[in-house]
C-alpha cells in the first residue's frame, strides 16, 4: 500500500503513525472494523486511542515529525476538534468573503472551535512552544526595551532569555511581519511561542503596573485579588452553580460544576493556596486565623449590575483548606409553571389537586442542586395575588417576588429558622413557604400549620417522593398527621439537555436496554437524539438542563398505607397502581425518547426503584 492510498484510507495522522511504527497496518484494519460498526459517528483516531493501540504522546511526537506536511483543517478534524462538515463550511465562507481571512480566525468567529483549541492544534502542527504568560510571567528587562502603544500595536510580549535566544509570545507567529518588528527589538536570535490574544493583552496590561513581589511565587495583594476576582467571574459568565477550589499535592485546582457536572477551569501553584484562601476568609468574613477548623460564610459580588449572593464553605483536608463556593443568584424573573419541565398531564393534575387546596403540605424533594427552589418560587408566583397572603422563612431569599412577605434568615442575630417559625403564624398567612424542613422542629411546624388551616409549600431533602413521606415518619412525626396533611410530594432532578446545534438520531446500545430491563418493542416510537459535540456545547454534546419530575398525589389508599407504616415498596407500588404515580426513571425515559436527554444522562443521574413500564403506556399516562 502506497502512502497515499494510505492517506486516502487513513487519514493524515493515521498515516503518519503507521510510517513511524507507532502502528501496523493489522491494528488499523481492526480499528476500521470496530469503526464500522459504531452507531454514533467517531474519529478513526479516537477508535485506535480507545483501543490503546497508541499513545497521546506518541500522536503528538509524530505530529511534530511531519508538522509541515500537514493542513490545520485536517489536523482538527482527524483529532476529532472539529467536524468534517464545519470545515467545509468555514472554506466555504473563506472563499465567499475573499478577504484573505485566515481559516482559524473563521472556525473561532463562527463558533466552530474554542481559540485555546485552535492554538494548541497550532503548536503541535508548527512546533511552536504554547505559553501562557498570565502563569509563565513577562521579562521586565526586556519588556522595557519598546514602549507600550508598540506592544498593543503588535499583541506581542517577551518572555525570557532562553540561553542565546528569547522566546517571545505571539498571537500569530507566522506573521513575518510580527517576526521582522521583534527581531528589531529583541535581536535575531528569536524563539517564537503561541499564545492566546486576550492571554498577551493581560500580560501587557499586567507588566505595566510594575514588578512582582516574586518571580517563584509572583503575587502581591492585588494580584491574589484579582485571581479571585477572574475565578468568581469567569464562574458565572460561564453560567456556574459552584466553584471548587482544592489543595492538591502538587497544585491548587479550580472546577466548576457547570451543567450539573464538575469541569476543570484552572490550576495554579501550590504556593498560592495561603494568600487565595486568606483572600476569600476575607470576602466571607471567616476567621483568617483558623485553619484546622472548617468554617462558613457568605459574600456579595456584583455581576453585570446585578448582585449576587454566594455561600461559602471551607473545609480542612489533610492537604490544605479546601473550598466551595455556592452561586446564589437573587433572580428577579420567574419561571412560569408551564415552562418548569412537567409532562402536561401532570401538571395539570398537580395545578388542580394539589397548589389550588386550600390547605395542606406541598412537599417538593430532591437533591441539593435539583432545582427545588425554582420550582417552589414558580408554584408561589402561580398562587399570588392581592387576595391571599404568603410569607416566607428562607436562607437566603433567592427570588424576590412583589407582594409577598419575604424573610431572609441570619443567624449572626440570632433570626434563626426557630425563632422566624414561632412568628410566622402570627403574620395571619394564608400560605406559608418554609425554605427547607431541616429538623423535628420545622417538620412539626410545617404539620401544625396545615392542621390549623393553612397551605404549606416546603423543601426536603430525600431521594424521591415516597422517600419524603418515610423520612417525615423517621422524623417522628406522628403518621396520622401525615397523612392528614400533606396532600402532594413532587420529587425532581436536573439532568444535561441535549445539545440542539449538534444533536442527532443514535439508537440506544442493547446494553442501555438491558440495564432498563427493556427489549426492542418496549421503546417502539422513540426519537432517541445524542449531541456529536460542538463549540456551543464545549463538544459535551450538552447544553443546559431539563427538568424530571415524579408526582405523587396522596389518595385513601396512600394514606391508609401510611398509619398502617408499611414499607416504601408497598407505599410505592401502591401509589403506581392507585394514584397514577410515574417514577423519575419513567419520567426520565420519555424525556429521552423525545430527544430532550440521553439515556446515559437518565441511567447517571436518576434512581431506578423498579422495572419501568412500556414506552407507549408512560406517554399515555404523562400526556407527552
Known sequence: MNARNATQDYGEIVNILIKDGFLTLQQVDYALRVHAKLEFPKPLLDVIKTLEFVTDEQIRQAIRNHRLSMRIGNLLVELGYLAQEDLETAFSIQKEKQSGQKLGEILIEQHFIEERTLIEALSLQMGFPFVEPEFTGVDRELFSRAPFKWYEVHDIVPIRREAENVLVAFADPLDQKEIDAAQQIFGPNLLPGIALRKEIRKAISKSLKGPRESDEIAMDDDSVVGIVNSIIYDAIKNGASDIHIEPLADRLRVRCRLDGVLNHYKDFSIDLMPPIVSRIKVLCDADISERRRHQGGRMQFVFDGDELDL????????????????????????????????????????????????????????????GKTTTVYSCINHLNSPETSIITAEEPVEYVIDGIGQCSINPRINLTFEETLRHIVRQDPDIIVIGEIRDNYSAEVAVQSALTGHKVLTTFHTEDSIGGLVRLLN??????????????????????????????????????????AYGPNDVLGANFQKGRGCANCRHTGYTGRVGIFELLILDENVRDALLMRKTSHEIRTMSIESSGLVTLMEEGIVKAANGHTTLEEVLRCLPRTQRPRPLGELRRLLGD
Open 311 to 370: 455561600r461559602v464553605s471551607i473545609y480542612g483536608t489533610i492537604s490544605g483548606q479546601k473550598i466551595v463556593m455556592r452561586v446564589l443568584n437573587r433572580q428577579t424573573s420567574l419561571l412560569p409553571l408551564k415552562e418548569l419541565g412537567m409532562p402536561s398531564r401532570m401538571l395539570e393534575r398537580y395545578v388542580r389537586e394539589a397548589l389550588e387546596v386550600p390547605s395542606g403540605v406541598v412537599l417538593i424533594t430532591g437533591p441539593t442542586g435539583s
Open 475 to 516: 422524623m417522628d412525626i406522628e403518621a396520622f398527621l401525615i397523612s392528614s396533611t400533606v396532600i402532594s410530594v413532587v420529587a425532581q432532578r436536573l439532568v444535561r439537555r441535549t445539545c440542539p446545534s449538534c444533536s442527532q438520531p443514535y439508537k440506544p446500545t442493547p446494553a442501555d436496554l438491558q440495564r432498563l
